[in-house]
Nanobody, 121 residues
């Protein structure tokens, strides 16, 4: 059983930065792809960033150049560094893991409960 626990959300002013963490349990962490999604109020869930077990990353156009996904296999943790935040980044951010294709399809088997990021103008 894989469990994912996000942390690091909070309130930040526009232009600021936050780093989200996702601690994973289970040996699957080292072989699965990891991803961060977000869902803003009244909007559909959006895939923000992915990182496969080969180290390749992909980002949504809206965050490219501002967000960085990384992982520490020794700590079973994946991170999302978010810089130059804008109010449009306000959302609940979810960590997820599964095969890369499942992440891209929006249907990973394993999800965290989410952490709220609020960016004030």
């Amino acid at each position: 059983q894989v469990q994912l626990v996000e942390s690091g959300g909070g309130l930040v002013q526009a232009g600021g930065s936050l780093r989200l963490s996702c601690a994973a349990s289970g040996s699957i962490f080292s072989i699965n792809a990891m991803g961060w999604y977000r869902q803003a109020p009244g909007k559909q869930r959006e895939l923000v960033a992915t990182l496969n077990n080969g180290g390749d990353t992909n980002y949504a156009h809206s965050v490219k150049g501002r967000f960085t996904i990384s992982r520490d296999n020794a700590k079973n943790t994946v991170y999302l560094q978010m810089n130059s935040l804008t109010p449009e980044d306000t959302a609940v951010y979810y960590c997820a893991t599964d095969y890369f294709e499942s992440l891209v399809a929006g249907a990973p088997n394993y999800w965290g409960k989410g952490t709220l990021v609020t960016v004030s103008s």
